[in-house]
């Protein structure tokens, strides 16, 4: 099982993205994996948003720490267990600037991410943010950013056995378990 | 007349390509101007995207918001009675801009409202309005 979850900022997507992926893990058993794509700094602040957003999940996770290889930090979840990725904008910020990764294997990243996590039997939670419904930017380096971000969303919304988007804490519901839209 | 509407590379163009066969692509991105049009009355269906390009082309000649509005509307009316004529269809790809912060520079700020109207507007006359979100389309209209 594969979930899409985006949205704007603080519009509730990570709480509904935990419910969901503990709901699967109660239906599948298996352990709750938090994929943790933040690289730790020194950064006070950046620390501290660290530790909220682990207090907010509670106890039961198993955190993963990988900035980047998102197939790796997948290898190291048991199969049968559920593992929730938040958030994809992060991840694909560091891809672009902090690795010898281009788009293109970039998004060839996530289509083995999903593979992978189907034939490991893995339940996959992604989260995203959308940053595209806003003035389109000006600054070129931001228009790359902008476009391999929407071509992950596409490629994950595309894939995903269900698609949420999440606005003001509620869901609306694109797809669910192969039920798409025309 | 329908309408595509959806952020940047939401996959609008996709959404549409998959709905109309063969239509005729009216893109301010290849540098045509909106005016230009007429030029492909014969055909059977008619895809025109590049809105704000268009908008942006007008914001200096014309500094009222309201008669650029009522400019832009003309040309959906003109759309509209050239359907009714050959019996085809115009199809308008609108980029959604309004969910950001409101930008510092007048002339942005003009843009996005005037984008905003457009979509308005356009959307009042379209029997089918349709939203692209991360590749998928759902419909706004019954």
């Not at chain 1, 990570?14 to 933040?38: F, K, N």
Request: aromatic fraction near 8%; charged fraction near 30%; charge should be negative.
């Amino acid at each position: 099982m594969i979930a899409f979850i985006s949205g704007g900022a603080r519009s509730g997507k990570s709480t509904h993205a935990e419910a969901l992926a503990r709901r699967w893990q109660t239906e599948r058993g298996g352990a709750c994996y938090y994929l943790a794509t933040a690289r730790r700094s020194d950064d006070g602040e950046w620390q501290a948003r660290i530790d909220r957003h682990r207090q907010a999940r509670g106890e039961g996770w198993i955190t993963l720490e990988e900035p980047i290889d998102l197939v790796a930090a997948l290898e190291r979840v048991e199969p049968g267990g559920t593992l929730l990725l938040d958030c994809l904008t992060l991840w694909a910020s560091q891809l672009l600037y902090f690795s010898d990764f281009d788009e293109a294997q970039g998004v060839a990243m996530i289509e083995r991410l999903l593979v992978e996590a189907r034939r490991r039997d893995v339940a996959l939670v992604i989260v995203s943010n959308d940053v595209n419904e806003g003035m389109p930017p000006e600054d070129a380096e931001v228009w790359r950013y902008l476009a391999f971000l929407q071509r992950a969303h596409r490629l994950l919304a595309q894939e995903a056995d269900e698609v949420i988007q999440v606005m003001a804490g509620l869901s609306q519901v694109w797809k669910r378990r192969g039920e798409e839209r025309s | 007349m329908q309408l595509f509407i959806g952020g940047a590379c939401a996959g609008k163009r996709h959404a549409v390509r998959q709905r109309f066969d063969a239509p005729r692509w009216h893109s301010a991105y290849v540098g045509s101007r909106l005016e230009t049009w007429p030029a492909f009355g014969e055909a059977r269906c008619l895809v025109l995207e590049g809105w704000e390009c268009w908008i942006g082309q007008r914001l200096a000649a014309e500094p009222d918001d309201d008669r650029l509005r009522r400019a832009m509307t003309r040309e959906l009316d003109a759309l509209r009675a050239w359907e009714a004529e050959q019996g085809s269809e115009a199809v308008l790809i609108l980029l959604e801009m309004g969910r950001g912060i409101v930008p510092l520079g007048l002339e942005k700020r003009r843009l996005r409202d005037l984008n905003g109207w457009l979509a308005q507007d356009a959307a009042a006359r379209c029997e089918r309005v349709w939203y692209v979100w991360n590749g998928l389309v759902k419909s706004l209209t019954l």
